[in-house]
């Protein structure tokens, strides 16, 4: 028998799919090529479904063969490998994945395999459906689990600030398609910044969490990503236990806390206000007491060291990295508001010497030229644009209020606004 070669993600099956399989079972014994999580993660959405949940519903399909795993984006590797005598692909990649397609007509060619394009299904596609089940929303406890998946398949996870449910709209749908990729964001950071502000109120830790959960509630109510949530110093460890579990129970996948005390100023002043560090030991405690408060396995909490931010040393960062960890901090932000980032480099390389896992998160608004490749590479794992949306926004709005003021009418701001009908259409169900 003749080996025909599938590579899918099989994560919503429909009858698209199935034509594929039933077409690629008549050249002979079909095996799948499974796209594993950490294949697929870099270059579209992570699937609802694991690998072994999807691996257990194409083993169970009629007309499949065996199933192994693909675990990288191009067939090159296992064409290589299992050297079928056809590749079948669906004939939406000739415009949608050209360079997918190029190396593996070479490959086949190398060894005389021959590539079997189908026409593509019309009317029904992964994608589309996908938008149907975003539509139903999620559930908490799928939410929360999700950051921890992300982490483990991606390179970088990449995490926007929103403040209200229309910048949690943005960041839930935002997305670009460059080389054969698709870029989004991963997940959402609820920004201790943006919150206060939008509210007209100093990031001092004045908006209480409970006024905080209602803009985050609308945040939930529009979006499915998870939500990284600024816990700022994490308050009275006394308290801290609570703010983990209502987290939980609203289905927030991580709480940051920073090691300050006292009244807390944005990190972003660095030393030109009064900000002081707490000492190691409190911090381990309110660490240990908030993991012994939350009742999932998968909620993290994750520890922010402030010693670049207060003008300590690197090796007192370092130090109380150590100590976070074996408090049982689950990932560790390292803050600077250095321009060049150099600090942030030298603390994630030292750091990754010792430790290969546990995940590290970086805020660069400072160093912003630096890409998330290079973030990457330094051994940085979640990367946080942590007040870009409130920033922009801002701007645009005040411009629009000083044009009709000048004018006395808004005709001339029109150019600054999306045109009515879109507003309209913005949120589904308007109508
Ligand atoms: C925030 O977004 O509120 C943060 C990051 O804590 S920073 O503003 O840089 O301190
Ligand atoms: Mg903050």
């Known amino acids: 028998m003749k080996t025909v070669y599938l590579g899918m993600t099989a994560d919503i099956i429909h009858p698209g799919l199935i034509n594929i399989i ?59 490998k299992y050297r079928p005598e056809y ?8 415009t949608d994945n050209t360079k997918l397609r190029e190396e593996a007509y070479k490959v086949m060619e190398e060894f005389g395999g021959r590539v079997i394009e189908i026409p593509y299904t019309q009317g029904i596609n992964s994608s589309s459906l996908n938008n149907d089940i975003l539509a139903i929303g999620t559930t908490p406890e799928i939410r929360l689990r999700r950051l921890r998946r992300l982490i483990q398949s991606k390179s970088v996870v990449r995490v926007l600030e929103a403040h209200n449910g229309l910048s949690g709209i943005i960041v839930e749908t935002a997305e670009i398609k460059k080389d054969d990729r698709t870029f989004s964001f991963d997940a959402i950071w609820s920004s201790s910044l943006t919150d206060s502000t939008s509210k007209g109120k100093p990031d001092i830790e004045a908006v209480d969490l409970t006024t905080r959960l209602q803009d985050l509630n609308n945040i939930l109510e529009c979006t499915t990503k998870p939500i990284i949530y600024d816990g700022d110093t994490g308050g009275l460890m006394e308290h801290f236990v609570f703010t983990v579990r209502t987290l939980e129970r609203h289905g927030i996948s991580a709480v940051i806390i920073e090691d300050k005390t006292g009244l807390k100023k944005n990190s972003l002043f660095g030393t030109d206000v009064k900000q002081t560090q707490d000492n190691v030991e409190d911090f381990c405690a309110k660490i240990k007491a908030g993991k012994n408060a939350q009742i999932t396995e998968d909620f993290m909490i994750i520890a922010r060291i402030e010693s670049l931010i207060c003008g300590n040393s690197m090796d007192d960062a370092l130090r109380r990295a150590n100590a976070y960890i074996a408090a049982g901090a689950d990932g560790i932000m390292i803050h600077s508001k250095s321009k060049t980032g150099e600090d942030i480099k030298e603390f994630c390389q030292t750091f990754r010497k010792t430790n290969t896992t546990i995940p590290i998160v970086v805020v660069p608004t400072t160093y912003n030229h630096v890409t998330e490749t290079e973030l990457q590479q330094w051994g940085a794992n979640i990367v946080i644009y942590a007040n870009h949306l409130l920033r922009s926004s801002y701007p645009a709005m005040a411009r629009v209020a000083e044009i009709i003021l000048e004018n006395s009418r808004s005709k001339e701001a029109d150019e600054y606004c999306m045109p009515i009908k879109e507003i309209l259409e913005l949120i589904p169900g308007t109508k």
């Open 87 to 94: 590749l079948i692909h669906g004939d939406d990649w000739i």
């Open 22 to 80: 039933e077409q690629g079972s008549k050249y002979g014994d079909l095996l799948v090529g499974l796209l594993t999580d950490k294949a697929i993660a870099d270059h579209k959405r992570l699937p609802h479904l694991n690998y072994e949940q999807r691996k257990k519903i194409i083993e169970n399909v009629k007309g499949v063969v065996r199933v192994v795993p693909q675990e990288e984006w191009s067939y090159v590797p296992n064409l290589r």
